[in-house]
């Protein structure tokens, strides 16, 4: 999967166990694939139990052949059925068990199962007035829009500890998304894949952000609110790999 975020640009679609049921998520799934995007995450910061992802993951694959990534928030929610899983450090989290603890738990069960894991450094990006999910269930080291420095030091950290990409997020419907800005420094300054997700509407916005410097771009609400939109989304990413 790295191999493919470094040789093109990418459009992972992201569905969230939580907010669906696992016959919905199956139909999701497959429109992802038929408008398509490149693979599907699973996951999100309220996905309550490693059942609730099983299931969703098993009628997924049911009704698409796309590769599924798990998109974990806990060991707990690490479902055998998956393919790939990011093993990530939530870089700005200020909480051990986040850092390591859940880390640990995780391992074993990645390894008994088989699950391909990607090492990520993943950095959440405070965009919006409001906080989103995940800044209300975690304690962090506030990263704001304007704090790009901040940002590419997290990013040098993480591809020198040698995780494979970093991901910049902006949370589950911001106000806005990362800004270009931030992903343009990064890609300065680290050779890593770089995947955007949070707030990413338009093909004009996936454009921009492709052309700032990311590799992949993730969309989760589209895939409720407007498949055309999403179509148009996919279509940009992947035209900018023959650019």
Not at 110 to 121: C, E, F, L, T
Not at 201 to 225: D, Q
Not at 233 to 239: D, E, G, L
Request: proline fraction near 5%; glycine fraction near 6%; hydrophobic fraction near 40%.
């Amino acid at each position: 999967m790295i191999e493919l975020m470094e040789k093109r640009k990418l459009h992972f679609s992201l569905i969230d166990p939580d907010k669906q049921d696992a016959k919905e998520a199956g139909k999701m799934a497959y429109n992802c694939e038929r408008y398509g995007s490149d693979a599907i995450m699973v996951g999100g910061s309220t996905v309550p139990d490693r059942e609730t992802a099983y299931r969703t993951i098993e009628e997924i694959k049911k009704n698409s052949n796309l590769p599924v990534i798990i998109f974990p928030n806990s060991a707990h929610t690490i479902a055998e059925n998956a393919d790939y899983i990011f093993f990530m450090d939530f870089l700005n989290s200020t909480e051990l068990e986040f850092k390591r603890e859940q880390h640990m738990l995780g391992a074993k069960l990645v390894k008994k199962w088989g699950i391909k894991p990607i090492p990520m450094g993943y950095i959440v990006i405070s965009t919006s007035r409001r906080p989103t999910t995940v800044e209300t269930k975690m304690k962090m080291n506030v990263i704001r829009e304007d704090d790009v420095e901040k940002a590419v030091d997290y990013a040098i950290y993480a591809e020198c500890m040698g995780m494979r990409c970093v991901y910049l997020d902006a949370g589950s419907n911001p106000e806005k998304p990362v800004p270009n800005e931030m992903i343009r420094a990064v890609r300065k300054e680290i050779d890593i894949p770089i995947i955007v997700g949070g707030g990413i509407k338009t093909a004009e916005e996936a454009t921009r952000k492709i052309k700032a410097g990311a590799n992949v771009i993730v969309t989760g609400s589209l895939l409720e609110e407007n498949l055309e939109k999403l179509g148009e989304i996919i279509r940009a990413v992947h035209s900018a790999s023959s650019v």
